[in-house]
């Protein structure tokens, strides 16, 4: 670490859990603390300013003079994914088109089961609807109707509306949800149901919030829409309030910046943004844009990002600097419609249980795990099932006089006990056996998915880098990288926090969707109406994110605009998402851009043979993005030392592996210079997470402070 | 493996239990004892004394009695007889048979054809709760439902085989 006096935080990434609020400095060069406190539901500010106050004592820094330093604080948090899981939001009113006042009750079955794995989706005693978030007394159907060319087929029955409304109002709801079909085509209906309740509202003095499903998610498929925006109004609104009080501590103390929320698309938003329900689940997308980031930075396209925390693997893909979005995600069992990074979690994580069969005493991993319990080697976690963090300690993987810099002593006779009765005994099999066992079979399942990732996408490992993060990720990667082949292998040495610096490495970016579905068979076709309806969507969903900017004071011309489309085939069910290269669709030439472009990406990434133009080609979806400057931060850059690291710091442990047990070398990773490479078998230890590499496989740590592990 | 105690297994009996909880239990393996735990919960929450061998259907039960001799037995302490004929001729027989009778429980045309189905509701003549209900074409002999095998399971399953 520099001389801590001339350390100037930059950035700020505030990750409010249930139990604790962690919150993540960045400074100009790269490096970061951590600063933890317990959170404070009722008032989220208290705890962000003792948690800020915990990581600025590592920098001997106080609260006055850091936070006029920095250059952008970005939130993520869980109180509203909370609030939607307890059921503890809004009580909210709904108005739907009439005949349809039954679809929280009836769901859609996907909703039933959604979350589970493989063995409980079959067993339908396990399928369970949902509570919800609007009881049937107060959901109204309203007649009219728009069809799904957006012409009217029934007028507004505005009697009805009133009628509604004022029956809501009666009920004390504290917002009222609209949401008519078809309205993302033609939002008239809507937009006099607004009218009509804004009037009642006014002449009753009361001060019921309106959410609008056309003004806030204009997107087909009404059931998915109709989710997106009670979740909106009953979570995510509810912490504009939070994120107010915040912004007001901050700049109490001086900050002049605005603070900014992490959304599903993978960039920051003001909290003053109209959509704050993409904002509900930001934890893995952090890493991903964190990946994204180091891969422009070091100048490549492809990577795998790799997060194994305590009770998951995430997994995700950068293909040609890109991640791949997906529309249609689903939270907390619902459906919805919000732009999510595509990203693939496993129930796998160190804290995984361990298990056997009890009818053919198969080694069974999770799905459930101790999570931040650790494991039965923990003594004060109160567990009696072997977790994989217990096998790890066991073969001696992990330090236990070291693990969380040794804030959690954990016990080696304890997890050596428990393995021995519950796994090793039954199995008639010696411990140290059996801890291994597991453990391949655990980074076996891991590399079958990382495998399938790949494979199934159509790409090869060769063609890929892989980033492992998270605070199980290094432990692992050896294993279940092995005999993959991927170009390179990399592990950041803050591995453990890359979740979080991946979050301060997001851009200020706004997305905006609408669906359009315009279609055109060739270029004979005449263009205009096909050109016409995306440019106005474009032109629509540009004042949109203009507005968004204009909230925090950013003017248009700061701002680089993408114009994006979601196009399929005709026929098919699989849109792909294209960057038009221009803003405005004009000429023939531009349309045959778009069908380039999108068959580019189709064979891509289906197969060139699954292509079938002969229908044409729809658009689904027009899309703007909007980003403007913010402060990254720097990848540190230090001299590069040695070749071979400095002995003084050597101590040695045995481990267990692969039958045997070895002498391996074992570093505190702030001991390790760039230049340095170790071979195995080597165990890298830090305050966060451990980073083991096996016998025949050596780390190379570069000037960026990240390792390249290879085989020898 | 998972242990539960017996006053959760009480509380997922009589329902209680949140549905997190209750879904964690049926996705994961049974506890060893289950069966005895239950079979002790059963035991606890019927007024009589006859040692409850197996449950055998919504408050029925298989019991033994002081002579060793095994009856059906609903948990009001009403006796149908010996397990091993059809406790239903003992019971209380209530044939819906007519369109009206049908359309007693079921909207109008949303019930079964009388001439093709019937719907027989087996009542406990002690305490008159509605233990068993068929739906089967007019004429079908009363069915067995189900002669459990209790000494092979006690021996095999349980391993703790029963005292003739």
Known sequence: ?712 | MREYDLETLRQLKRGELPFEKVHEMQSSHKDRDRFLKMLAIAQESVPWNDRILLPYAEHLYVVEKPDKSRVVKCDCGYEFGDVKQNWKLSALVYVRDTKEKINEIYPDKMGCDPDWMHIREYICPGCGVLLETEAVPPGYPIVFDFQPDIDTFYEKWLNQPLSK
């Not at chain 1, 931040?372 to 080697?377: F, H, K, Q, T």
Request: proline share 5%; hydrophobic share 35%; glycine share 8%.
């Open chain 1, 1 to 712: 670490m520099t001389n801590k006096n001339t350390i100037q935080p930059r950035i700020l990434a505030i990750d409010a859990g249930g139990t604790m609020t962690d919150t993540i400095l960045v400074n100009e060069e790269g490096q970061f603390v951590v600063g933890k406190a317990q959170s404070n539901p009722e008032d989220e500010s208290i705890a962000f300013i003792n948690s800020l106050r915990d990581g600025l004592n590592y920098w001997n820094l106080t609260l006055e003079d850091a936070v006029p330093a920095l250059a952008s604080s970005i939130y993520s948090g869980t109180a509203m994914l909370n609030r939607l899981l307890e059921r503890k939001g809004r009580k909210l009113g709904l108005i739907v088109t009439a005949g349809f006042e039954d679809y929280l009750r009836m769901e859609r079955g996907i909703q039933t089961y959604l979350g589970y794995s493989y063995s409980d989706r079959l067993h339908l005693v396990t399928h369970r609807h949902n509570e919800p978030l609007v009881p049937r007394e107060r959901i109204f159907g309203v007649r009219g109707r728009i069809d799904l060319f957006g012409s009217e087929q029934i007028p507004l029955y505005e009697n009805e509306v009133r009628e509604a409304v004022h029956k809501l109002i009666d009920m004390n709801v504290e917002g009222i949800c609209v949401n008519l079909l078809h309205s993302y085509v033609n939002p008239e209906h809507e937009k006099r149901v607004k009218n009509i309740a804004q009037e009642i509202i006014r002449q009753r003095g009361a001060d019921t919030l309106l959410f609008i499903s056309s003004e806030l998610y204009p997107v087909s498929q009404d059931f998915a829409r109709l989710n997106t925006v009670l979740v909106e109004a009953y979570a995510a609104d509810p912490s504009r309030d939070q994120f107010k009080r915040i912004n007001r501590k901050m700049r109490e103390l001086g900050a002049n910046h605005e603070l900014r929320v992490m959304a599903s698309h993978g960039g920051t938003i003001s909290t003053e943004a109209k959509e704050l329900a993409r904002t509900l689940v930001s934890g893995p997308i952090g890493g991903v844009v964190g990946a994204q980031y180091l891969a422009k930075e070091l100048g490549f396209e492809n990577v795998v990002c790799t997060d194994i925390g305590g009770t998951s693997f995430d997994l995700a893909l950068i293909t040609g600097g890109q991640f791949t979005i997906k529309t249609q995600p689903d939270i907390a069992r619902f459906m919805l419609k919000l732009p999510l990074i595509e990203i693939d979690s496993v129930g796998a994580g160190t804290g995984s249980f361990v298990r056997l069969t009890p009818s053919s005493k198969r080694i069974e991993i999770g799905p459930d795990s101790a999570g931040y319990r650790i494991g039965v080697s923990n003594p004060v976690s109160g567990l009696s099932t072997v977790t994989i963090n217990d096998c790890n300690v066991v073969l001696g993987y992990l330090n236990p006089d070291n693990f969380l810099g040794g804030d959690v002593k954990l016990d080696k006779e304890r997890a050596y006990n428990a393995i021995k009765e519950q796994i090793a005994d039954p199995l008639g099999l010696d411990v140290y056996e059996a801890a291994e066992g597991i453990i391949s079979l655990f980074e076996d399942h891991l590399r079958n998915e990382v495998i399938s990732r790949v494979l199934g996408k159509g790409y090869a490992p060769e063609n890929y880098r892989l980033i492992s993060y998270g605070g199980g990720g290094p432990v692992h990667v050896a294993g279940y990288t092995a005999g993959l082949n991927f170009e390179d292998i990399l592990v950041p040495s803050w591995a453990a926090g890359f979740s979080a610096y991946g979050c301060a490495c997001a851009d200020y970016e706004y997305r905006s969707d609408k669906t359009v579905q315009a279609q055109i068979a060739n270029l004979e076709d005449n263009i205009t109406p096909f050109a016409e309806t995306i440019n106005s969507a474009w032109r629509e969903l540009k004042d949109r994110v203009i507005e968004e900017f204009a909230k925090s004071g950013v003017k248009p011309d700061q701002v680089e605009f993408r114009h994006l489309l979601r196009v399929q085939y005709v026929g098919q069910l699989n849109d792909v998402e294209i960057l038009f290269p221009g803003d405005e669709i004009k000429t023939a030439g531009d349309v045959q851009i778009i069908i380039d472009r999108f068959e580019e990406a189709y064979a891509k990434m289906y197969s060139r043979s699954a292509r079938s133009p002969e229908l044409g080609y729809l658009v689904t979806t027009a899309i703007i993005t909007g980003v403007t400057e913010s402060e990254k931060p720097k990848l540190p850059t230090e001299p590069l030392g040695p070749a071979t690291p400095d002995t003084k710091y050597q101590e040695t442990r045995l481990v267990y592996y692969k039958g045997n047990w070895e002498q391996a070398n074992v570093y505190q990773m702030d001991h390790l210079r760039p230049g340095n490479t170790v071979y195995g078998f080597t165990i890298i230890e830090s305050p966060n997470t451990t980073f083991v590499v096996p016998k025949g496989y050596k780390a190379y740590l570069d000037a960026h402070r990240i390792f390249h592990l290879s085989p020898e």
